[in-house]
C-alpha cells in the first residue's frame, strides 16, 4: 500500500513536498520503480517522474528544471520536491508503484 | 513525446450492452523486448486510477474479465463484454514505452 502526505497548501513560488510511504514491500527491492502522478482538479493526468528502486530517476521534461524525486530506504519512503509553484501546479497528487499500484492522492493547492 | 489520442471522449451505454474505447499512439509501443507498454486504467470519481490492464491484453488482479484488451503497435482497444454500474467514471490508456509516460484525454463512460 502507499500513502502521499504533506502540507495541502503550499505559496506561490514556494517549494511543493510530498512524501509516499510504502507498506507491504521495499523501497529498494529489485525490479520495481516508484512514479509520482498529477491531476489538476477536473482535468487529466500527467506524468510528474519515477525513480528506480537503485535511485535513478526520469523527470517529465515539462517539469525537469523544477522536480527532485528521491528514495528514503531507512524510512520506506519516496518524496517529491517541486519548486517555484504557481498556481497551475493546483492538483490531485498520486504515488503509484509500477504504475500498478497507486496511493489514495493528495490534494495540494498552490495559493497566497 | 508519444501522445495518446482516445475515442469516444464521452461514451453513453445501456447496462448488459458491450462498450469499447480506442487509444492511438503517434509512435509504436512495441519494445525492444518484445513487450508492448499499454495500459489502461479506471478512474471512479473521487478515486485514485485502478489499472485495469497492462501490457495491451493482460487484467490486473481483480479486474473482472468482462474487461479486455487488444491491439498493437499503434492501435489499442479496451472492450466491456457487457457494462455493469460499476464501470462509471473516466477510462484512460497510458504508454510507457518510453519517458515521458503520457495519458490519453480520457473517456467518460456513462450508464444510459
Known amino acids: 500500500q502507499l500513502q502521499e502526505s504533506g502540507p495541502g497548501l503550499v505559496k506561490p513560488s514556494e517549494t511543493l513536498s510530498l512524501t509516499c510511504t510504502v507498506s507491504?514491500?521495499?523501497?529498494?527491492?529489485?525490479?520495481?520503480?516508484w512514479s509520482w502522478i498529477r491531476q489538476p482538479p477536473g482535468k487529466g493526468l500527467e506524468w510528474i517522474g519515477s525513480?528506480?528502486?537503485?535511485?535513478?530517476?526520469n523527470y517529465n521534461p515539462s517539469l525537469k528544471s523544477r522536480v527532485t524525486i528521491s528514495l528514503d530506504t531507512s524510512k520506506n519512503q519516496f518524496s517529491l520536491k517541486l519548486t517555484s509553484v504557481t498556481a497551475a501546479d493546483t492538483a490531485a497528487h498520486y504515488c503509484a508503484k509500477n504504475m500498478a499500484d497507486w496511493g489514495q492522492g493528495t490534494l495540494v493547492t498552490v495559493s497566497s | 513525446d508519444i501522445v495518446m489520442t482516445q475515442t469516444p471522449l464521452p461514451l453513453s451505454v445501456t447496462p448488459g450492452q458491450p462498450a469499447a474505447v480506442s487509444c492511438k499512439s503517434s509512435q509504436s509501443l512495441l519494445r525492444s523486448d518484445g513487450k508492448t507498454c499499454l495500459y489502461w486504467y479506471l478512474q471512479k470519481a473521487g478515486e485514485p486510477p485502478q489499472l485495469l490492464i497492462y501490457e495491451v491484453s493482460n487484467r490486473f488482479s481483480g479486474v473482472p474479465d468482462r474487461f479486455s484488451g487488444s491491439g498493437s503497435g499503434t492501435d489499442f482497444t479496451l472492450k466491456i463484454s457487457r457494462v455493469e454500474a460499476e464501470d462509471v467514471g473516466i477510462y484512460y490508456c497510458m504508454q510507457c514505452m518510453e519517458f515521458p509516460f503520457t495519458f490519453g484525454q480520457g473517456t467518460q463512460l456513462e450508464i444510459k
Open positions: 507491504g514491500g521495499s523501497v529498494s527491492s529489485g525490479d520495481h520503480y
Open positions: 525513480i528506480s528502486y537503485s535511485g535513478s530517476t
